[in-house]
């Protein structure tokens, strides 16, 4: 493996990739490494006698997101199992494959095209512009919650067509639902509480329900005024000749909230870090912003993975790199770890803002690849474009990680910047 320069530790390379503990030191790249080379389809024991394969290589990642009648979305997508009726209950667009899933996307693809998402540039500009304007002057403040936590929701919210004064509900709720298991977001802890009682519900979260409280309000707001907006859009749709059933409505709105917020910010504070550490990279963009924006968001998007896997089941006996597994089986897919795959990438642990190609697997691929790729590659990107032309430079603190195997999450960067 290459030296080390982009993680200044990899972590126990025998760690238990399971566990969401294991991930407060960060995505523990030397047990990803190991697997990759000693066993990249491996068995992995959850310890109540259920297990997963774990795909960790990006050829096979590829090829297990691309194949959906081998392996299907629909018995789930997180490595915890469902229930039918859980199933059922809390289904999103995320959970079905096609052709009911190609008929459901087509709802809000329009509204995420290349095309229509640049025309949000100037918008976003300036609220970056807002914000690190007033939070610079301060010199020294946590980056997370004064910066990385306030963008995306704020652009989010005037893409669903909700006030942008109640940014800071959405994103608390957000953090409720997918920091799930983290003390500091919630006390209902997915795996130390007993969730039975929510596990209808998204996350098997509490906060749900005030999500869907406030869905319903923003359902009968936008049913009396409907807008240029994506809440108006899903309540007008009929996928199937009918319109979405309330709680399908209410499941569309709790995903797009969480998906379009909870995972751009967290690749903003890996980057900020990331930049720290290579000063030498952080001069060059800044020095010749517009050469090199698109390449440099590249490559902190595929260096941070913030969501570091989804899951597949297959539907027969098969096989993923020769390896036989047996329908029914759950198959999780590492991107974060296809991300450093020795195969796919020249070395893979060097930050590199010029890295081309950069095939990376960040936003997934095949019919599921992230429907806000465009949206969160623009806003890395004008992000650090506002950065760059106004800090100097800085230095950051200790990052305070989630507690997730899920999400790899920064939830406080103390950060002291020096003005141009
Ligand atoms: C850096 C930021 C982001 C990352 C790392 C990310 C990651 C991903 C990944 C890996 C998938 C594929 C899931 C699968 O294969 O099952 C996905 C799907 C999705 N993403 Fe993102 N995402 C990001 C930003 C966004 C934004 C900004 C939005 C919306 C505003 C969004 C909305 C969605 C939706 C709706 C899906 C489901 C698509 C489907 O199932 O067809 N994401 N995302």
């Not at 004064?146 to 909700?162: K, M, Q, S, T």
């Not at 298991?181 to 979260?205: G, H, M």
Request: proline share 5%.
């Amino acid at each position: 493996m290459t030296l080390n320069v982009l993680h200044a530790d990899l972590g126990d390379p025998d760690a238990d990739i399971t566990s969401h503990d294991t991930y407060l030191g960060g995505f523990p790249h030397a047990a990803f490494a190991r697997l990759r080379e000693e066993s990249p389809v491996a068995w992995i024991e959850e310890g109540d006698g259920s297990g997963f394969w774990a795909v960790t290589k990006h050829a096979d990642v590829i090829e297990v997101s691309r194949d959906y009648n081998r392996f299907t979305a629909a018995r789930g997508i997180r490595i915890e199992d469902m229930a039918d009726d859980e199933l059922v209950a809390r289904r999103t667009l995320m959970e079905f494959d096609p052709p009911d899933h190609t008929r459901l996307r087509r709802l809000v693809q329009p509204g995420f095209t290349p095309k229509v998402v640049a025309s949000y540039e100037e918008a976003f500009r300036r609220l970056a512009r807002l914000v690190l304007d007033e939070v610079l002057a301060l010199g020294e403040f946590d980056f997370v919650t004064e910066v990385a936590r306030e963008l995306p929701i704020r652009l989010l919210c005037r893409l669903l067509g909700v006030p942008e004064s109640d940014s800071g509900r959405l994103v608390a709720w957000g953090d409720q639902m997918i920091s799930n298991a983290d003390p500091e977001y919630t006390p209902v802890i997915i795996d130390k509480v007993d969730t039975d009682e929510y596990r209808l519900l998204p996350f098997r979260s509490p906060a749900a329900l005030e999500v869907f409280r406030y869905a319903e309000e923003m359902a009968l707001e936008r049913r009396a005024n409907p807008k240029d907006d994506i809440v108006t859009t899903l309540l007008n749709a009929e996928p199937d000749g009918e319109p979405l059933t309330d709680l399908e409505f209410k499941n569309f709105f709790t995903l797009m909230m969480v998906a379009g917020n909870e995972t751009t910010r967290h690749t903003i504070s890996h980057g900020l870090i990331y930049l720290r550490n290579h000063p030498e990279q952080f001069e060059a963009w800044r020095s010749d912003p517009a050469a090199m924006s698109k390449e440099a968001a590249e490559e902190i998007l595929r260096a941070s993975g913030v969501t570091m896997h989804f899951r597949r089941t297959a539907t027969e006996d098969t096989e993923i790199r020769g390896v036989p597994v047996a329908a029914g089986d759950k198959i999780v897919m590492w991107y974060t770890s296809a991300n450093y795959d020795e195969d796919a990438f020249d070395d893979p642990f060097t930050f590199d803002l010029r890295r081309e190609p950069n095939n990376h697997v960040t936003f997934g691929t095949g019919r599921h690849v992230c429907l806000g790729a465009a949206l969160a590659r623009l806003e890395v990107r004008v992000f650090f474009e506002e950065f760059l032309a106004r800090v100097a430079s800085y230095e950051v603190g200790e990052p305070d990680r989630l507690r997730s195997n899920f999400i790899s999450g920064i939830k406080h960067l103390p950060v002291s910047v020096k003005l141009n």
